[in-house]
């Protein structure tokens, strides 16, 4: 409310003052300047002090209140932008899909980019579904064509401008497809889904000097097709290209200091960049640039060594990279992942520093990290039965925390912790607000988080507000959260549905 304050006041729609009643602040001034009434000069004193405090005291302290609350509000802001952003980088990754990206638009037509499962562009294609064109019938031919070609298993479709009615046309599709599709065509179209993503920062992306580097056959427009379609592979590793800023899921953002901003921003994306881990031999420069102690020099330099001398080895083998030291390799170690290489434990989170300790782990054990992962934990629980954490860490001569992550590795070597969440919705139909009646039980995702709700994507054109008095006390959603809602009303006029939280 703060922030919003100010705006308004800037663009001159409001004129703000602080009101501080007058027997307050008269009754303050007099316990401290209080003249003697036998003084000649009493009345001129108490008329100065008068003078004094309603032309410099007063709006000194007015100022002091509003930087305070401005402060404050920045600060809250900020922190919401950062808890927004740590969720959608923190979204699951859908893997192993051929997936079609659809950036949706009217005039210009739907930009179409389909992308195997490693990311890598296979075809692009451009259709005109919407007005004024109106192709509805050889778009979807294309749409048809290119799913039978590449074994789409997958759509993703931006939620800008044209957004639901490119919904509504691949629901079309798939709805008339599978049945008209001939058997040698050997593709389940009837089990293809398609789901929305956020295309915020696509087009930031499209025309950043990093895109040209990726894409460089591509036009503009067709690289946010792309961006789109593997934000569904890999969100974190596609939107860590984008200024965080970008990304769009702050409020206020440009009102707030932006030093400050930038900093917390930054700082939420290396959280969760470490968090997670990368895989050193398919990185991005950008992703890599995020890695504790590497930089965006350092990140260049190993794409580079990758790209002349073939992937790494193992970790010890990124230590041949140019400027690459012991304190930035001990840094940035147990983040970096080597998923086929001839160590093992390089696949992990466990530092090599302590890779002795987990040997003797596994040792101990009877068991090696290829070992199933049923027989695995049955070997640690029987270890920890004969020897207690506690004992076995100094018998090891490490701490608990440390032994203790290391046993959580061995479990689940290289787990992401991102597939934890819920995966993201799938859907081969569309509603519309005349299919939503009050009391309809649906699944959505948490699109935006604010101080008064959260905005959540029900599947229509329009977002629901689940209101902040509708969730259960010390409830708090996250972008990108799955849950189910209910509806509580719909104004179609306004364009506005209000929901009820069930359940997350």
Not at 134 to 152: F, S, T
Not at 388 to 400: I, R, S, Y
Not at 422 to 435: K, N, T
């Amino acid at each position: 409310q703060i922030l919003a304050i100010n705006r308004g006041e800037e663009e001159k729609i409001l004129r703000v003052k602080v009101t501080l009643p007058e027997r307050d602040w008269r009754e303050a001034v007099s316990t401290v300047f209080r003249p003697d009434p036998r003084s000649p000069l009493a009345e001129h004193l108490s008329l100065a002090i008068e003078d004094a405090a309603e032309r410099l005291l007063l709006p000194a302290i007015e100022r002091d209140v509003r930087r305070a609350l401005t402060e404050q509000a920045e600060n809250h802001a900020i922190k919401v932008f950062g808890e927004n952003l740590r969720n959608l980088l923190s979204q699951p990754p859908l893997g192993g899909h051929t997936i079609l990206g659809i950036d949706p638009g009217f005039r210009t037509g739907c930009k179409i980019a389909v992308v195997d499962s490693t990311g890598k562009v296979v075809n692009t294609a451009t259709i005109y579904p919407h007005e004024p064109q109106r192709e509805r019938d050889r778009a979807i031919k294309i749409l048809a064509a290119l799913c039978i070609q590449h074994k789409v298993t997958l759509i993703a479709i931006g939620n800008g401008t044209a957004s639901r009615e490119t919904e509504q046309l691949v629901a079309d599709f798939l709805s008339k497809n599978p049945a008209s599709q001939p058997k040698s065509a050997n593709l389940p179209l009837a089990d293809l889904r398609y789901l929305i993503v956020s295309e915020a920062g696509a087009s930031v992306y499209s025309a950043s000097p990093l895109a040209r580097a990726e894409l460089p056959d591509l036009d503009v427009s067709m690289r946010g097709a792309v961006s789109i379609a593997r934000r569904v592979l890999d969100p974190l590793a596609e939107l860590v290209k984008i200024d965080p800023k970008a990304i769009g899921v702050g409020l206020y953002q440009h009102d707030v200091d932006q030093k400050e901003l930038n900093s917390a921003l930054d700082g939420v994306v290396e959280t969760v960049v470490n968090r997670v881990g990368v895989d050193i031999n398919t990185a991005s420069p950008a992703l890599l640039t995020h890695v504790a102690g590497i930089g965006p020099k350092l990140s260049e330099k190993i794409v580079a060594h990758r790209n002349e001398k073939g992937p790494f080895p193992t970790r010890k083998a990124i230590q041949k990279v140019s400027g690459l030291g012991p304190k930035a390799f001990e840094q940035a170690a147990g983040f970096l992942r080597i998923t086929t290489g001839a160590e093992p434990l390089d696949a992990s989170a466990i530092h090599p520093e302590s890779y002795p300790i987990a040997r003797e782990v596994l040792r101990r054990a009877g068991i090696t990290l290829l070992t199933p992962a049923k027989e695995r934990q049955v070997a640690l629980d029987r270890l920890l039965a004969h020897t207690p954490v506690e004992k076995l860490a100094a018998e090891l001569g490490t701490g608990l925390p440390t032994l203790k992550d290391i046993l959580e590795q061995i479990l689940r070597p290289g787990r992401d912790p991102r597939q934890d969440a819920p995966p993201p919705i799938l859907r081969s139909d569309v509603l519309s607000a005349d299919d939503l009646v009050t009391g309809m039980k649906l699944k959505g995702t948490v699109r935006n988080v604010v101080d008064f709700g959260a905005f959540v994507d029900i599947g229509v054109k329009q977002d629901g507000l689940v209101h902040q008095s509708k969730l259960p006390q010390g409830t708090k959603l996250r972008v990108g959260q799955v849950i189910e809602v209910e509806i509580l009303s719909v104004d179609k006029d306004r364009g506005r549905i209000s929901l009820g939280y069930i359940k997350g």
